[in-house]
């Protein structure tokens, strides 16, 4: 599977790309972002050793998304 470079925002925030269906898509560059979509979707709970694993590093915590 191969995805092909197409541009990016002025601002650096996104990067579009194309897919192997020919598809364009963007994805945006921004870590706050892709921390409120990950809670989004694993709501308030431990990474499972499974999901640690593969990390590059160890979480600075298991529970992410725990409230402050």
């Known amino acids: 599977m191969q995805y092909a470079f197409r541009g990016v925002t002025i601002d650096g925030g996104t990067v579009l790309y194309e897919r192997p269906d020919n598809a364009v ?22 990474l ?5 694993d593969p990390l590059p590093a160890d979480p600075r915590t298991r529970n992410p998304c725990a409230a402050d």
């Open 25 to 46: 898509e963007a994805l945006q560059l921004s870590p706050d972002r892709w921390y409120r979509e990950l809670c989004d979707v694993i709501g308030d709970r431990e």
């Open 48 to 52: 499972t050793p499974e999901e640690v």
